[in-house]
């Protein structure tokens, strides 16, 4: 079966699987090769395996609020292999190789077995790194791990020394390929949508995240960190959907467990952009949109780009982005380990229930015997000619299911 075909199994078999690569004593660098930790000497040691959540809207009604949490797992300490290095018992404390568990790297990764018990789709679904281990007389060790995001958190921009004027991608690459960054996250050359000259570096402020957010906002772009995978681009749906959903009242099981939460998508709506301090302006010339929502212009500063055009060019695209609204669908479905992502297009077929539940059939009724005509009900209604951006989604590892969040691609 393929991996898409044992996520729709109705018999689910789920592989999970935690390792870490401590830091060597000798010189700080990492060992060579991953430590399985979710079982150690035939014993099962994961308690809790957490929620890992990527968002490129993270903020209801806020643009360009951009998130890759952490995790928090739980793992059976009764025999003490997570205390400190200071404990003889513990993983981090043979031979004394090793450093503290702080900045330990850890990754989980989930598939799925076959029928044939052939592990298929296997791949990491998190990697970060250990913040804190907490330990309690529970015999427990919860281990709170922050994503690499956390890594580009860690500096500040003025570290770069950066001089002069450099365009957005220039500035995304110095941050991005640097050993310190690479050591966790493998370097992919910035593509923004608006790669627009920033005309004094050195005025850059912040750290490395917070510059990455801001330049990601001024080019109409989005950052995204996957695991290890690292792309700054485009806010675009993918050309192609990557999964059709079926949903209630269509043919075939459904995907959707559970519809969350649907609305119509206006709290993001920008008809009237204002470049600060200007008379640079970019306006929706549609009548009714400037009827419902001219009165909340998005007010930019782009102080540091450096011509009028492209200052134009940035406003009448975020303007192309923003000014109708998306309905916005939040949904739970089944675990699809790393298939799914931020910026993947999908579609989803959500027709409703058919009532009375035992409408007739054509050719299976005759006049008179109280048959009834059936209608389609229900609050949500999808066509599947539809296509739906994904702006979220949560991996629950331990329920294996997804929440997604995707907002509709305007026609």
């Known amino acids: ?230 792309t700054f681009t485009t806010r675009e749906a993918s050309a192609s959907s990557v999964f059709d959903f079926i949903g209630k009242g269509t043919r075939g099981s459904s995907d959707i467990i559970k519809i969350n939460q649907y609305d119509d998508g206006d709290s993001k709506v920008k008809v009237n952009w204002i470049v600060d301090g200007t008379n640079i302006q970019a306006q929706t010339t549609d009548p009714l949109l400037q009827k419902k929502y001219l009165d909340e212009p998005e007010i930019i500063n782009l102080d540091d780009v450096d011509t009028t055009p492209q200052k134009q060019a940035i406003v009448d695209e975020l303007l ?9 669908l939040d949904f739970t479905t089944r675990f699809f380990i790393n298939i799914l992502k931020p910026t993947d297009k999908i579609t989803i077929s959500l027709s409703g229930q058919t009532v009375p539940v035992d409408t007739f059939l054509w050719g299976s009724f005759s006049w008179g015997d109280g048959s009834k005509w059936g209608k389609k009900i229900g609050s949500i209604i999808i066509s599947a000619t539809d296509g739906f951006m994904i702006t979220r989604v949560s991996k629950d590892i331990d329920s294996y299911t997804f929440k997604i969040r995707c907002e509709k691609i305007p026609a």
């Open 1 to 230: 079966m393929t991996t898409q075909e044992l996520i729709r199994a109705n018999n689910q078999r789920p592989v999970r699987r935690c390792y870490i690569k401590r830091k060597l004593a000798t010189d700080g660098s990492y060992e060579t090769e991953w430590l399985q930790i979710n079982t150690i000497d035939g014993k099962s040691k994961v308690l809790k395996w957490g929620t890992v959540t990527l968002e490129i809207d993270a903020q209801e009604g806020r643009i360009g609020g951009f998130n890759i949490s952490g995790v928090t797992m739980s793992f059976d300490n009764s025999e003490g292999l997570f205390n400190s290095e200071l404990d003889p018992r513990s993983i981090w404390a043979k031979d004394s190789l090793y450093l503290n568990r702080k900045y330990t790297k850890l990754k989980i990764v989930c598939g799925y077995l076959d029928e044939d018990n052939v592990e298929t789709g296997v791949t990491t679904v998190f990697e970060g790194v250990i913040d804190s281990v907490k330990t309690g007389d529970d015999q427990k060790a919860s281990v709170k791990c922050l994503s690499y995001q956390s890594i580009l958190k860690g500096y500040d921009i003025s570290d770069l020394a950066l001089t002069g004027t450099k365009t957005i991608n220039q500035i995304v690459d110095l941050i991005t390929n640097q050993t310190k960054i690479t050591t966790f996250i493998p370097f992919v050359a910035a593509a923004a949508d608006q790669n627009a000259d920033i005309t004094d570096s050195s005025l850059l402020e912040g750290t490395y995240w917070d510059v990455l957010t801001a330049l990601a906002y001024k080019s109409a772009s989005v950052p995204l960190l996957d695991g290890t995978i690292w």
């Open 320 to 328: 192309s982005q923003w000014e109708n609204p998306k309905p916005i």
